[in-house]
């Protein structure tokens, strides 16, 4: 199907009116459920947006798959049809007609933006890896899971930014969503325990004397040291932030503002941590509204962000 199917009206940027529909139902997901990422992508010119909105309400989806109260077998089912969602779209195969609208917009995004599709199948491969319930015995091995579930946002999400050196670029953008997951990883670490899922490589908890029952804990059981395991987990985030950030001269203003607004939420909320290690065991460590607005603007002002 050619990109002209799309369209309506007489100007090149006039959409159908299904396909309007579709951007608008990704945008309400996005405003509704990433709070942080809805601030940095309102920094962009309306196509990105719509396209970063796509992008996101797919992401959404495949992680709402993976955390769903589904069972297992559900789950795989339902990745699989994702899966087959991206193979329509690689085909050319997706209607303005359809009645998925996440598929609807993402096939119009991939009209205007050269969109990597196979970084989905990459972020799906994470989400099985969550399903089958994944621990990870070393380093390495959760740096994986953070590329394939989080930095495969950056190299889809680098896509629609444009860059001028589209090599390192995808490097950085690569680094800087694995800085953003391991600090997910940290902020989430007690919800995750409650869950059953712990992230953090038995390695490192064995060389802190930590337990994983102790994440559950808001006072750290005697002679598990979770306050030195948490700052040096959050230290090396920080290292992966110095790398990922050098993407930043690398994009155009507004793209450039975006990024430094989404990464400087998040580093912002590192910052925190590393000042308070066990604050992660009492809940999520967040930033109020205010304080997010503030990082926004301040990149769209030129200000450090992150």
């Known amino acids: 199907m050619s990109p002209q199917s799309y369209r309506s009206g007489t100007a090149a940027e006039a959409l159908a009116p299904q396909v309007a529909a579709a951007y608008q139902y990704c945008e309400a ?6 709070k942080n990422f809805s601030y940095g992508i309102r920094l962009l010119p309306l196509p990105k947006r719509r396209a970063m909105s796509a992008i996101y309400a797919l992401a959404r989806r495949i992680d709402d798959i993976g955390d ?10 339902e990745l699989g049809r994702t899966r087959a969602l991206l193979d329509e779209i690689r085909e050319g195969s997706v209607e303005p007609e359809d009645t998925d609208p996440v598929k609807v917009a993402l096939a119009h995004s991939c009209s205007l933006f050269p969109i ?36 495969t946002i950056g190299v889809l999400s680098l896509a629609v930014f444009g860059c001028t050196d589209p090599k390192r670029g995808a490097e950085y953008a690569d680094t800087l969503g694995l800085a953003l997951q391991l600090t997910n990883i940290l902020r989430d670490v007690r919800e995750d325990a409650g869950n059953g899922r712990i992230y953090l490589p038995a390695e490192d908890l064995a060389r802190y004397g930590c337990e994983p029952e102790g994440f559950g804990l808001a006072v750290p059981p005697p002679g598990q040291d979770f306050h030195g395991l948490i700052l040096f987990e959050a230290r090396r985030a920080q290292g992966y932030f110095d790398e990922g950030l050098r993407l930043l001269p690398m994009l155009d203003r507004r793209s450039r503002a ?10 912002r909320v590192l910052e925190r941590i ?11 460590v967040s930033l ?9 603007l301040s990149g769209l002002v030129g200000g450090r962000s992150a």
Do not use: N
């Open 29 to 34: 997901v996005t405003g509704s459920q990433a």
């Open 68 to 77: 769903g109260s589904w069972s297992d077998e559900r789950k795989f089912e």
């Open 116 to 151: 990597p599709l196979d970084s989905f199948d990459e972020l799906i491969d994470g989400m099985e890896m969550d399903v089958r319930g994944t621990t990870y015995e070393t380093f390495d091995q959760l740096r994986h899971y953070c590329r394939c579930v989080a930095g």
């Open 258 to 267: 975006c990024v430094g607004a989404m990464a400087g939420i998040y580093h």
């Open 274 to 284: 590393v000042a308070e290690p066990e604050a992660v065991l009492s809940g999520r």
């Open 288 to 296: 109020p509204g205010w304080e997010k607005a503030y990082v926004a």
